[in-house]
């Protein structure tokens, strides 16, 4: 899928309307959409390691997440529905470890229906190699 899925809105609109959530305290931030894809980074932190000094699971998942519902939310925002979006379901499976830098999520649609979203997000390191890839299912609810 090529086409353009999203309204014109830019990084630093999106990065804004996050504050005061998980977004902003994980330092998510969104650094470029594409006509069909979507891109955040986040930093390998003391708030998102786990006691290890690994890269907490968790925090990938959050970071999935918060990519894919924010791509359900422009898709909606794009095609003129007056809906909202909601995660129904989210898998990560966990290839590579992490220490420090950024890791960064890249989310592409595998589903875009009427009632739900399938977003697929590959999570990878500075070096671009894989550490987390996730699938999430948002539901298409009205308001």
Known sequence: M???I???VTPKQLND???GCMIEFLEIEFIEIGPN???ARMPVTAKTKQPFGLLHGGASVVLAESIGST???L???HLGLT???VGLEINANHIRSETHGYVFGKCSPIHLGKTTHVWDIQITNEKG???CISRLTMAILDI
């Open 17 to 19: 309307f996050s504050k």
């Open 75 to 77: 898709y909606i925002t």
């Open 37 to 39: 894809y979507l891109v």
């Open 2 to 4: 090529t086409e353009k």
């Open 71 to 73: 791509a359900s939310g």
């Open 6 to 8: 999203f309204p014109e």
């Open 129 to 131: 190699k894989l550490t």
């Open 83 to 85: 809906k909202k979006c």
